[in-house]
């Protein structure tokens, strides 16, 4: 049987990357899904029909529902959707994401307050709506979180990233301590560098794809499928008695991978 048959999920930038991959899987294992999206209707619906073909025996169904996570009013009406859909949501996974490259000397505030609004803002006010559900009727309720190895390793150039995800992090232990004794499992992903369209950059470069993946100790940059399979267990049963956690999904990249040669030992 499926894990996550008859759960309801709702997932925040599901129309593309790990929120697509993830919205795929969540169907094969039988949940019932909600795809957000912000700007992409196609895409979305696209999500929606591969989402239908991935379900294995039949069983579930899956919806597209519009919101921008930065604006308060759509996530209460993309929550009010969601529930009167299904009657009930069991998982929240805040996935929507966003990165801007700056030299921080030159980082508009703008700009920075953009990423902060999407990468963790949002999250808290998805999460807030998720626990007052959760905390209306019985039967608990999990959220997991899209972090990434940038919550733990520096990225210069990329600082409201970083500290938007130090701040998801943070978020996540918080909230799992406030909420265990009520059932709310929170625990966190963080992604190393995965092949989706946000890392477009250097995917497509034969020679910048060498230089990432020379820094992972496993050689190779993982594929959405592979970060969606570790929602898809925090999300199920067999991870019942976890909470509060950061599952580093990342082929080795937060182990300082530069110390595989012992050049500090001397030896």
Known sequence: ????????????????????????????????????YRSSAEQAEATRVM????????????IVVQADVTKEDEIKRMFETAIQAFGRLDVLINNAGIQKATPSHELELADFDKVLAVNLRGPFLC??????????????????????????????????????????????????????????RVNAVGPGAVVTPINKAWINDPKARAEVESHIPEGRAASADEIASVFAFLASDDASYITG???????????????????????
């Not at 409201?160 to 009520?182: F, I, M, P, Q, W």
């Not at 110390?259 to 030992?265: H, K, T």
Request: with cysteine.
């Open 245 to 267: 956690q950061i599952v580093y999904a990342c082929g080795g990249l937060t182990l300082y991978p530069e110390f595989r040669v012992a050049w500090s030992s001397g030896e």
């Open 127 to 184: 999460s807030r709506e998720a626990l007052r559900h959760f905390l209306s009727r019985p039967g608990g309720g999990v959220i997991l979180n899209n972090s990434s190895v940038h919550q733990l390793i520096p990225k210069p150039k990329y600082l409201s990233y970083s500290v938007s995800k130090g701040g998801l992090g943070n978020l996540t232990r918080t909230l799992a301590l406030e909420y265990a004794d009520r059932g709310i």
């Open 1 to 36: 049987m499926p894990r996550l048959k008859g759960k309801n999920v709702l997932i925040t930038g599901a129309s593309s990357g790990i929120g697509q991959a993830t919205a795929l899987r969540f169907a094969a294992e039988g949940a019932n899904v909600v795809i957000n």
């Open 51 to 62: 989402a239908s073909a991935a379900r294995e025996g039949g069983g579930g169904t899956e």
